[in-house]
C-alpha cells in the first residue's frame, strides 16, 4: 500500500488520550496538575531541608531532626529521655536505613516513599467503595473523586512537607481494611497492629473490630503487638534495651494523657481534648521556648472559662461516650456474615467514623494528621452523588461537604495571624467534626436501604 502522509489538517491528539473521550483528557490533566504540586512541595521541601538551622546543622524537617536520634540506638543511648523521640522503638528502626543515608539523599527518599504511600492510599480508600454485589450504582464520578482528592491533599501536602510519618501510618491503617475488606482477617490485625505499634491513635479500631466480632482480625492484632512491640526491635536492639527504651517512651509519651490527663494547648493542636482545654482552661493557646532557661513559656491566652481540669476532662469524655454510642448506634454491617459483601459505601463509612475519632479524640492532632480523611472524603463523595440515597439526603451531605471543605482551604488563604486565630478556635475540629456527622447521616439514612436483612 501506498504511504499516507498526514493532512495538515489532521487535529492534534494527547499521546495516550484515546481520541473524541474528554474524560480521559480531564482525567490526565488533573492527575498532571497533582503531580505538579507534588513536585512543587518537592522542591520547596528540598530548600527547607537543606537549610541549615540557626545553630548549624539540617534539622528543619521532622525526618532531619529525628536522624541523629534514631543514629543514638547504635552507641544504647535512650533516645527518649535524651532527645524526647516521640514513637516507639519499631518507628525509629524502620526510618534507621533512611537515617544511615546523607541527610538529603535520606530526606528525599523518605519525600518519594510517602508520595507513594499515598497514592496506594487514595485508591485502597477509592476501592472500599466499589462492589459489583450491591446492585446499585456505587461508581464514584470522576469530579466527585477530584473534590475529595482536593479536600484530602491538603493534610497530604502538609505532611510531605514536614517529613513527619504520618502518610506512614495512614497507609499501614488503610492496607489493614483492605486486607479486612478482602477477608484477609489475621494478616489485616497484623498490618494495624504495626501502626499501632508506631504510633498509638489506631488502636481505636480494636473495639471497633470487638464490636463487630472480628476475631481472627483481633487475634492478628495481638500477635502483630508483640511481633512489633517485643519480638522484632528485642532480636535487633536486644531484649533489655528494648525493654527500656519502650517504657521510658511510654513514661513520656503515653502517661500524662491516659494517666495524668495533660493535654497539649497549643493552637495547632486540632483534637478535642486540645480545643476543650484551650478554650475553657487557663492553659496558654500560644508558647514559646527560652533557649537559656530550656523551657516553654505562654505568650497568650484565649480562653473564656476557668474550669478545672477535672471539669474539662468531663466533658471531653463526655463527648467520647457520645462518640461510642455513636458507633455501636450506626455501625452495624454484618461484616461476620459469609453472604454479605465486605465492601461498598456502608462499610467505607464505617470504617470513616473510626478513623475520624482519631483525629478527635487523640491527645493531640496537628493539621496534617489528618491525612486519613480521604477515606471519609469518599465516602461522602459517593453519597453526595449516588442515586441510591434519597434527593433529600444528598442535598444535606453535600452542604456538610461544602462547609467542610471551606472550614479546611480557606483559614490557608488567610493572612498568618488570621490563621493562627482560627486554629485557635479549632476550625479544623470543626471539620472533623462535621465530616463524622455527615459520615453518621450516611449511615443512619442509608441503612434500610442497603443494609442486608439479617
Not at 527518599?109 to 492510599?121: E, G, I, S
Not at 527504651?245 to 493535654?263: A, C, E, I, N, R
Request: hydrophobic letters at 55%; proline letters at 7%.
Amino acid at each position: 500500500m501506498p504511504e499516507v502522509t498526514p493532512s495538515i489538517r489532521t487535529p492534534f491528539r494527547w499521546p495516550f488520550v484515546p481520541a473524541k473521550n474528554p474524560a480521559a483528557l480531564l482525567r490526565l490533566v488533573f492527575g498532571l496538575s497533582v503531580a505538579v504540586i507534588v513536585l512543587l512541595t518537592a522542591v520547596r521541601y528540598y530548600a527547607k531541608a537543606e537549610k541549615p538551622s540557626r545553630l548549624g546543622d539540617l534539622t528543619r524537617t521532622a525526618f532531619l531532626r529525628w536522624r541523629p536520634q534514631i543514629q543514638a540506638l547504635d552507641s544504647g543511648t535512650n533516645i527518649y529521655a535524651a532527645f524526647n523521640y516521640p514513637n516507639p522503638p519499631i518507628m525509629a528502626l524502620i526510618l534507621y536505613p533512611l537515617a544511615e543515608l546523607p541527610p538529603l539523599v535520606g530526606a528525599m527518599t523518605w519525600f518519594a516513599l510517602k508520595v507513594v504511600m499515598a497514592l496506594a492510599m487514595v485508591a485502597w480508600a477509592f476501592s472500599l467503595i466499589r462492589n459489583s454485589e450491591f446492585g446499585i450504582r456505587n461508581e464514584i464520578p470522576d469530579w466527585a473523586k477530584a473534590v475529595a482528592v482536593v479536600l484530602a491533599l491538603h493534610p497530604i501536602l502538609g505532611d510531605l512537607a514536614h517529613g513527619n510519618v504520618n502518610l506512614l501510618i495512614a497507609f499501614l491503617v488503610t492496607a489493614a481494611l483492605a486486607l479486612f475488606c478482602r477477608r484477609w482477617d489475621f494478616s489485616a490485625g497484623v498490618v494495624l497492629a504495626l501502626a499501632i505499634a508506631c504510633k498509638v491513635t489506631p488502636a481505636l479500631f480494636v473495639p471497633y473490630f470487638v464490636w463487630k466480632r472480628a476475631w481472627r482480625s483481633l487475634l492478628g492484632v495481638v500477635a502483630g503487638l508483640a511481633l512489633w512491640l517485643a519480638v522484632v526491635p528485642g532480636a535487633v536492639l536486644g531484649w533489655e534495651y528494648n525493654q527500656t527504651l519502650l517504657t521510658s517512651w511510654y513514661v513520656q509519651m503515653v502517661k500524662p494523657f491516659v494517666v495524668d490527663g495533660k493535654v497539649t494547648t497549643e493552637h495547632p493542636n486540632q483534637s478535642i481534648p486540645g480545643v476543650v482545654f484551650r478554650l475553657l482552661t487557663a492553659e496558654p493557646s500560644f508558647v514559646d521556648y527560652d533557649d537559656d532557661e530550656g523551657k516553654q513559656f505562654a505568650t497568650g491566652f484565649n480562653n473564656f472559662a476557668s474550669l478545672s481540669p477535672d471539669g474539662a476532662q468531663a466533658i471531653v469524655k463526655s463527648l467520647m461516650v457520645v462518640f461510642a454510642a455513636a458507633v455501636v448506634l450506626f455501625c452495624r454491617w454484618p461484616t461476620h456474615r459469609a453472604d454479605v459483601p465486605r465492601a461498598g459505601p456502608m462499610l467505607a463509612a464505617e470504617f470513616s467514623l473510626i478513623l475520624l475519632g482519631m483525629l478527635l479524640f487523640s491527645e493531640r492532632t496537628w493539621k496534617h494528621h489528618a491525612v486519613t480523611l480521604i477515606v471519609p472524603f469518599a465516602a461522602l463523595a459517593w453519597a453526595a452523588t449516588s442515586t441510591a440515597v434519597a434527593g433529600r439526603d444528598r442535598i444535606v451531605l453535600r452542604c456538610l461537604y461544602t462547609t467542610v471543605g471551606l472550614l479546611m482551604l480557606v483559614p490557608s488563604l488567610l493572612p498568618e495571624h488570621l490563621q493562627d486565630l482560627s486554629m485557635v478556635y479549632g476550625c479544623y475540629t470543626a471539620a472533623y467534626a462535621l465530616t463524622a456527622v455527615g459520615v453518621a447521616y450516611l449511615l443512619a439514612t442509608t441503612r434500610k436501604i442497603l443494609t442486608p436483612a439479617t
